[in-house]
């Protein structure tokens, strides 16, 4: 039954299309993170063609050039998925999310730094307007406002941007390594958390119904099989078989 299990995880996994993150640009050289792209696109194109040794070199060569790649670390961790070593995959997979996260606290960094520029820029042009028109009440109390105004849309504007955005495949990536450990609570837990990022990626569903199966959970097993299968995902007759045995239903 294991191996039955490790199987259909394969196989969702290797469904999951292979896609180039888009990494947010931060303040460094612009260079130096178009070259680590670059190597980054190359260790894609080779793992697409089947070659992982080569592939495994770019993806290092684009961390040693940038180390904020949160994709190379994702794609390290497949190829060491591919090579039966879920325990590695899992040390990739998870620098991968610490990679994530440190770009998203750059991007709060830059955003606070640009909103404090602009907001001491508009401080200094109202404070030289009020100047030239008096220094009376009103002028101070336009002050205030305009400052006030300027803290409120710098929170507004962070706070649009305080989840970390991490892409649903990834949660597929790390639980299933969760899985191919035996981890079944946290592989549930990396699995509904991409569902909550996009439910409509039917390998997530279908992976939370291994683990409810698994698990011996299996009305809700069934109900993310027929999830997975509604959203195109073609069930493992073998999965199914063993899900309608044990769980005594029919999907």
């Known amino acids: 039954m294991h191996r039955i299990i490790v199987g259909w995880i394969a196989l969702a996994l290797l469904i999951a299309p292979l896609a180039a993150?888009?990494?947010?640009?931060?303040?460094?050289?612009?260079?130096?993170?178009?070259?680590?792209s670059a190597l980054f696109d190359k260790g894609?194109?080779?793992?697409?063609?089947?070659?992982?040794?080569?592939a495994e070199q770019l993806f290092q060569q684009s961390l040693k050039?940038?180390?904020?790649?949160?994709?190379?670390?994702?794609?390290?961790?497949?190829?060491?998925?591919?090579r039966q070593n879920p325990a590695q995959a899992l040390e990739f997979y998870l620098k991968a999310r610490d990679t994530y996260h440190a770009l998203h606290d750059q991007k709060l960094k830059d955003l606070n730094r640009v909103q404090n520029e602009e907001r001491q820029r508009a401080q200094n042009s109202q404070t030289a307007r009020n100047s030239t028109?008096?220094?009376g009440g009103f002028a101070k109390n336009a002050v205030i406002e305009s400052r006030n105004q300027m803290t409120e849309d710098q929170r507004d504007i962070v706070k649009e941007h305080q989840e970390v955005d991490i892409p649903a495949l990834f949660y597929l990536y790390l639980g299933g390594a969760y899985m191919r450990l035996g981890k079944h609570d946290l592989a549930e837990?990396?699995?509904?958390a991409g569902i909550r990022r996009d439910p409509a990626l039917?390998?997530?569903?279908?992976?939370?119904?291994?683990?409810?199966?698994?698990?011996?959970?299996?009305d809700q097993s069934a109900a993310e099989a027929r999830t997975a299968r509604d959203l195109g995902f073609q069930l493992p007759p073998q999965f199914v078989q063993d899900l309608e045995s044990?769980?005594?239903l029919k999907l």
């Open 133 to 135: 028109s008096g220094s």
């Open 246 to 248: 044990r769980g005594k």
């Open 189 to 192: 837990q990396e699995f509904t």
């Open 44 to 54: 894609v194109q080779a793992a697409q063609k089947g070659d992982l040794a080569g």
């Open 21 to 36: 993150q888009e990494e947010e640009a931060v303040k460094t050289d612009p260079n130096t993170v178009k070259k680590a």
């Open 65 to 82: 050039t940038y180390p904020l790649v949160p994709g190379a670390y994702v794609e390290l961790g497949k190829i060491a998925m591919a």
């Open 202 to 218: 039917a390998p997530l569903h279908f992976n939370l119904a291994v683990v409810y199966l698994v698990k011996g959970r299996y």
